[in-house]
């Protein structure tokens, strides 16, 4: 006849009960921290990785499009004197490359952020309450910018403070274009909003190699900079 060792099978039991609940405590934690990620096409068949932070769901690289979301051409800009003559919807590449196309994406003036055409279909390029509702979903200004920069020196000049890219967001350091030409890049990364809150001026949100703070700020018009997209509501 077979004999249990009572004492032994409920142990036994009690350790596999354990272990099944660590497991599961495991399994939801990596459910929790794992991104969310997705991807969206612009009208000239650009495809964006895109990335759910909080309740939002943004473009995870600098926008591409040569064209307005309704079919309009947007006026390439090849020359810096003209950034600060162009009164129509313009864009132009890094070094004005198109090979820099990719990671930097398109420069545009404000005339094209502005129009309200400038994102794909059911997305539209972020409001300062976008801005500051990632910001809060990341802990606040103070520490937001490293939350959003993508790590290392690749891009970004050392030391790169903070940069974590918990949020997968990979904010680059861009910098600008005007009629002086390109600058700042590979220090700051300037991005635009499309709240106007001065006139004859762009607003602006900025993180530094040196911190990591999101910003935000405002310059006199007649500069380019990259743009990211949040979705619509």
Request: charged share 15%; with cysteine; glycine share 10%.
């Amino acid at each position: 006849m077979l004999q249990f060792n009572y004492h032994i099978l409920m142990k036994t039991t009690f350790v596999n009960h354990i272990l099944f609940a660590i497991l599961i405590l495991l399994s939801l934690s990596c459910k929790k921290d794992r991104l969310q990620t997705g991807t969206v096409t612009d009208i000239d068949g650009n495809v964006y990785k895109t990335v759910k932070i909080g309740t939002q769901t943004w473009m995870a690289e600098n926008l591409r499009t040569t064209r307005l979301n309704d079919g309009t051409a947007l006026n390439e800009i090849n020359d810096k004197v003209e950034w600060g003559a162009t009164q129509t919807p313009g864009f132009c590449w890094f070094n004005y490359d198109i090979n820099e196309k990719k990671p930097w994406g398109a420069f545009y003036n404000s005339k094209a952020v502005y129009s309200g055409k400038l994102a794909p279909q059911g997305w539209h390029i972020p409001t300062n309450e976008d801005w500051e509702l990632l910001a809060q979903t990341l802990g606040g200004l103070d520490v937001a910018g490293g939350k959003l920069k993508e790590k290392g020196t690749t891009h970004w000049a050392s030391p790169n403070t903070a940069a974590t890219n918990q949020s997968g967001f990979t904010a680059l350091p861009n910098g600008v274009t005007s009629s002086s030409g390109f600058g700042y890049t590979y220090v700051v990364g300037f991005y635009f909003s499309s709240t106007q809150e001065i006139a004859d001026a762009v607003s602006l949100y900025t993180m530094g190699s040196n911190n990591g703070k999101l910003q935000f700020t405002s310059v006199t018009d007649g500069v380019g900079f990259p743009a990211r997209c949040v979705k619509d509501n």
